[in-house]
Structures are given as C-alpha cells and as structure tokens.
T-cell receptor, first 114, second 114 residues
Framework: AQSVTQPDIHITVSEGASLELRCNYS??????LFWYVQSPGQGLQLLLK??????LVQGIKGFEAEFKRSQSSFNLRKPSVHWSDAAEYFC????????????FGSGTRLLVRP | DADVTQTPRNRITKTGKRIMLECSQT?????MYWYRQDPGLGLRLIYY???????NKGEISDGYSVSRQAQAKFSLSLESAIPNQTALYFC?????????????FGPGTRLTVL
C-alpha cells in the first residue's frame, strides 16, 4: 500500500535560517506529489506539486521541493524562513487507484524563533 | 470569496446527536472529498464522490454518511455522534479533467462531541 512518511514531528528554526522538511513515499512508479501548508485555524493551502519533468519544483511563498526517485523523497526547502512560515506542513501523494484521493503524511510542525 | 466553503466552522454536540457538515464549491469541479484530521495522523479519507450519482466509501467511513445534492454541494452526516468523532473535518475538490489529483481544501469544521 502507498504511504507517506514525514519523519520530523516538530522542527524549530531561527528566522532567516534555511529550512528543509523531509518527506518519503512508498510507490514504485512516479507518483503525483504535493506539499500543503496549514496555518493555525486555517485550511490546507497548496504550496507546490510535482507530476513529471523537472525534478526541482518551485512553489508559492518562496518554497521549492526536489523529487529524488532513487531516495523516494520529495523534500521541501526554503532558503530563508520568515516568522509567518510557522505552520504545519503536510506531504501527500496521489493514490494510484480509482479514488484519486491524496494519501497524507502525519505532518511536520514548524516553529520559528525570532 | 472562497472557492470551497464549509459550514459550520465550529460545532459542539453531544453523544448520540445527529449532525450534518456542509460543503459548497464554486470551482466547478466534479470530484469532492471528505477528510478527517486527527493530531499526529494527517488526513484520512471518509467518503468521496465523482458526481451526483457516484458516492464511494473511503478508508474510515464507518459512522458517517454523505449526500451529494448537486455538483457543488457535498454534505457529511454523523447519524449518532460519538466522542471519538471529535476531529477537524475538511472538504476538498479536484478537477477530473486535469487528471492530476490536485485537491483544493475548504477551511475545515472543528467538531467536538461531548
């Protein structure tokens, strides 16, 4: 069965520091991959997505992610974190069945130190 | 105006009560989904629908039912609420024509069952 693993439950970084959030998926073929962000009290906002082609994907708010097939990873990065980036981040993979659902990781909560 | 709206945003109810959560969308998408979010578990699929006559169970449908009243409306019902249904509920939509599984989420309904 497909699954998504986000190994870090919490990450704390200083404002202005770089950020990398890890995501690993289990699936043999090239999946559809997504990163969503959930700010406190808010719904999920799509940050970026990967379907095919260039393995480095640019998203909104200065985020990018790199698809690495050999590592089954789709890590999210940002070169300089802002206090407003504090939120919970979810990696997801599109289910390769008839539901077209998304399979989510358990999320990583990002805390930003002033 | 938001493309995907959910009502109510917050609800407190008692064990055994029937409750309905509503979702409306103006994106014109065919596919609609109900997910449940629990801390540390990410989002899990309850039900999904590809059109008014096509309703399907997700991985955690027990205790829930749905109704697709129109292309734009998808309601989730708890026939007899129980405390372990306390969670954050999200509605999502996706466009069948793009074939990319990208889903757009509503703001969520926080449900508490006492």
């Amino acid at each position: 069965a497909q699954s998504v693993t986000q190994p870090d439950i919490h990450i704390t970084v200083s404002e202005g520091a770089s950020l990398e959030l890890r995501c690993n998926y289990s699936y043999g073929a090239t999946p559809y991959l997504f990163w969503y962000v959930q700010s406190p009290g808010q719904g999920l906002q799509l940050l970026l997505k990967y379907f095919s082609g260039d393995t480095l994907v640019q998203g909104i708010k200065g985020f990018e992610a790199e698809f690495k097939r050999s590592q089954s990873s789709f890590n999210l990065r940002k070169p300089s974190v802002h206090w407003s980036d504090a939120a919970e981040y979810f990696c997801a993979v599109g289910a390769m069945d008839s539901s077209y659902k998304l399979i989510f990781g358990s999320g990583t909560r990002l805390l930003v130190r002033p | 105006d938001a493309d995907v709206t959910q009502t109510p945003r917050n609800r407190i109810t008692k064990t055994g009560k029937r409750i309905m959560l509503e979702c409306s969308q103006t994106k014109g998408h065919d596919r609609m989904y109900w997910y449940r979010q629990d801390p540390g578990l990410g989002l899990r699929l309850i039900y999904y629908s590809f059109d008014v006559k096509d309703i399907n169970k997700g991985e955690i449908s027990d205790g829930y039912s749905v109704s697709r009243q129109a292309q734009a409306k998808f309601s989730l019902s708890l026939e007899s609420a129980i405390p372990n249904q306390t969670a954050l509920y999200f509605c999502a939509t996706s466009d069948a024509e793009t074939g990319t599984d990208t889903q757009y989420f509503g703001p969520g309904t926080r449900l508490t069952v006492l």
